[in-house]
T-cell receptor, first 114, second 111 residues
Framework: NAGVTQTPKFQVLKTGQSMTLQCAQD?????MYWYRQDPGMGLRLIYY???????DKGEVPNGYNVSRLNKREFSLRLESAAPSQTSVYFC?????????????FGDGTRLSIL | AQSVTQPDIHITVSEGASLELRCNYS??????LFWYVQSPGQGLQLLLK??????LVQGIKGFEAEFKRSQSSFNLRKPSVHWSDAAEYFC?????????FGKGTRLHILP
């Protein structure tokens, strides 16, 4: 049982390049999330999708876009990467009603912007 | 403003000793409370959750947590830690329109 799968696991970009992080879940969950994790900052929510066809901004959405492709897949796009976006990115999913349900996390994408 | 505070950035305990990790929150209504654990290079894994009812909740790996409304706390405990418990622990508060994670407590285990 794969759970939440993120690709790629590692990526190095140059400033100004674009990239899409992929996330897929096989638990038939309605809600999906993208976070970034920086040292000493905990997790900060970038965007979330409460259900297929909807997306909403989280705490730190600037510089990112998302697409809920279908119920399984939720992608995060950096249109013009900046060094401040160097981080570890986590995708998560949950059943039921958004933030009051436990979330299942992928293993992360480690992204470096030079 | 809503917030989650984990006062201890690092904690070191000896293997076999008891453990308590602190979590304090600020939220107007009864929150949904979670503890997650993160091992190096991995994502977060749910340890336990509190929604309502019994204020002492049991989780996986022998962990428990107690919700104290009067103290706005949700501390995580384990009677006897194992070397495999070395990891980073996150407290989180879920509400209708947001989730807030604490900044984490890194647990070190002495042999």
């Amino acid at each position: 049982n794969a759970g939440v799968t993120q690709t790629p696991k590692f990526q190095v970009l140059k400033t100004g390049q674009s990239m899409t992080l992929q996330c897929a879940q096989d638990m038939n969950h309605n809600s999906m999330y993208w976070y970034r994790q920086d040292p000493g900052m905990g997790l900060r929510l970038i965007y979330y999708s409460a259900s297929e066809g909807t997306t909403d901004k989280g705490e730190v959405p600037n510089g990112y876009n998302v697409s809920r492709l279908n119920k399984r897949e939720f992608s995060l796009r950096l249109e013009s990467a900046a060094p401040s976006q160097t981080s570890v990115y986590f995708c998560a999913s949950s059943s039921g009603w958004v933030f009051n349900q436990p979330q299942h996390f992928g293993d992360g994408t480690r992204l470096s912007i030079l | 403003a809503q917030s989650v505070t984990q006062p201890d950035i690092h904690i070191t305990v000896s293997e076999g000793a008891s453990l308590e990790l602190r979590c304090n929150y600020s939220y107007g209504a009864t929150p949904y409370l979670f503890w997650y654990v993160q091992s190096p290079g991995q994502g977060l894994q749910l340890l336990l959750k509190y929604f309502s009812g019994d204020t002492l909740v049991q989780g996986i790996k022998g962990f428990e947590a107690e919700f104290k409304r009067s103290q706005s706390s949700f501390n995580l405990r384990k009677p006897s830690v194992h070397w495999s418990d070395a990891a980073e622990y996150f407290c989180a508060v879920g509400a209708r329109d947001k989730i807030i994670f604490g900044k984490g407590t890194r647990l070190h285990i002495l042999p």
